[in-house]
C-alpha cells in the first residue's frame, strides 16, 4: 500500500483528504505539527507527499526546495495561492505538479495515482544509457567523472527515451507523457530540446545517441 503524506494545517481538509485517499486504496497521513516539517516529511519516507504552501513556521517552497537537496520523492503542491509567479516558483523548486484550491477530488486522484505510475521505478537511482549514465536522483548525465545538467523538460524527455531504449518512440508519445506531467510543449519546443539533449551528450563525447526515424519517432541507441 503506497503511503501518502498530507502537509496540510487546515484541520478540516487534512482530515477529508486522509479519509478520502484512504478509502481508495492508500495509506494516508496527515502531519499534525509543523515546526519541524522538513526533517519531519523526510523521516516519514512517504510514497508521495501533498504540500501546502501556507505553513506556520516553514513556508511551504521553502520546504520543497530543502526536501529537493536529499529526496527524489514526488511533491503535489496543493494551495490557495493561484498565480502564476508561485507556480513557477514550485516547479524550480522541484514540485512535481501544483494544484491550486478549490479542487476538483476525484482529478485530484487522478493526478496522484498518475504520478505514482510515472515514478514508480523512483526508487532506480541511476540508468545505464549504453556509454553514459541518467542520474536519477540529480538529474543529471554522467560519463566518467563528468556531469551535464537537464532541463525539467530535458530529463522527463531521457527519462522516457531511457525506459524505452532501444525502441522507436514517437514524438505523440513523448508528448502525451510530458502532457500527463503537466509539462505543456508543443511540435518546436520538442524539436528545441532533443536538439539540446544531441548537444549535451555531445559535450560527453557521445554523437547520434538519439536516433530520429523520419516521420515516426526517435530511438535511444
Known amino acids: 500500500m503506497q503511503k501518502i503524506l498530507i502537509v496540510e494545517d487546515d484541520k478540516k481538509i487534512r ?30 519516507k512517504a510514497d508521495l507527499v501533498l504540500l501546502d504552501i501556507n505553513l506556520p513556521y516553514t513556508d511551504g517552497e521553502f520546504a520543497c526546495k530543502e526536501i529537493r537537496k536529499t529526496s527524489n520523492v514526488p511533491i503535489i503542491m496543493v494551495t490557495s495561492r493561484d498565480n502564476e509567479i508561485d507556480e513557477l ?3 524550480n523548486y522541484g514540485a512535481d505538479q501544483y494544484v491550486t484550491k ?67 518512440v514517437t514524438r505523440d508519445e513523448i508528448m502525451d507523457y510530458l502532457w500527463e506531467s503537466e509539462e505543456f510543449i508543443d511540435d518546436n519546443t520538442l524539436n528545441v530540446n532533443i536538439k539540446r539533449l544531441r548537444t549535451k551528450l555531445e559535450e560527453l563525447g557521445l554523437t547520434e545517441k538519439i536516433e530520429t526515424k523520419r516521420g515516426q519517432g526517435y530511438l535511444l541507441r
Open 102 to 168: 478549490p479542487y476538483n477530488i476525484q482529478i485530484l486522484l487522478a493526478k496522484i495515482t498518475g504520478l505514482l505510475k510515472r515514478n514508480s521505478g523512483s526508487n532506480i537511482e541511476k540508468i545505464d544509457c549504453n556509454g553514459f549514465t541518467l542520474n536519477i536522483a540529480e538529474r543529471v548525465i554522467e560519463k566518467d567523472d563528468k556531469k551535464i545538467d537537464l532541463t525539467k523538460n530535458e530529463y522527463s524527455i531521457l527519462y522516457y527515451l531511457s525506459t524505452h531504449k532501444n525502441k522507436l
Open 15 to 44: 482530515n477529508e483528504l486522509e479519509t478520502f485517499l484512504n478509502k481508495n486504496g492508500f495509506l494516508a497521513k496527515g502531519l499534525t505539527k509543523f515546526d519541524n516539517i522538513i526533517q519531519d516529511i523526510l523521516n516519514e
Open 89 to 91: 516558483m514550485s516547479l
